[in-house]
């Protein structure tokens, strides 16, 4: 399993990589919706993120309905969740963006972490199987978590 710091940095970087892509593509004079699409993913315009969330997510397998002998759906939800402060340098044209993070805050995220494997056994696939239970996952993004989905799913 991925080292938290690695997660964050990867995350983040690749968020970098895109911003830069699309600034690319806004000097090349292409249109607006090309540099949308670029950044689409990330849910970001214009601003650099100020916070990074780093939450333990809570996987149920939940029972959808009757319908061709029966279907099921995860539902998630955050049980614990930190907020890590994202400082960004603006890139020059053509340049990657780069971003700096508290190295206290950053070491304190890496303690939490651990605990939370511990804690939670994450990675542990058991909703699943027989014995069943939610499994665990830590879930890294530039917006707060949220239980999914809002509501239950239909089937057609």
């Known amino acids: 399993m991925k080292d938290i710091l690695e997660i964050i940095n990867d995350y983040i970087n690749r968020f970098a990589e895109k911003v830069s892509e699309a600034e690319r593509a806004s000097t090349e004079e292409e249109n607006l919706e090309q540099i949308e699409e670029v950044l689409n993913d990330y849910e970001v315009l214009t601003t650099f993120p100020s916070e990074l969330h ?25 049980v614990e969740h930190i907020v890590l402060d994202v400082i960004w340098e603006r890139p020059e044209s053509c340049r990657p963006a780069s971003w700096d993070v ?25 909703r699943s199987n027989v014995r069943g239970g939610p499994d665990y996952y830590i879930d890294v993004d530039f917006k707060e978590q949220e239980i999914e989905p809002k509501e239950k799913p239909r089937y057609e």
Request: hydrophobic residues 35%; glycine residues 10%.
């Open 54 to 78: 780093i939450a333990v997510l809570e996987v149920h397998r939940c029972y959808g309905g009757p319908e061709e002998g029966g279907w099921w759906y995860d539902a998630s939800a955050p």
């Open 102 to 126: 508290d190295i206290r805050q950053l070491e304190m995220v890496h303690k939490i972490v651990e605990i939370w494997k511990d804690r939670y056994e994450v990675g542990k696939e058991t």
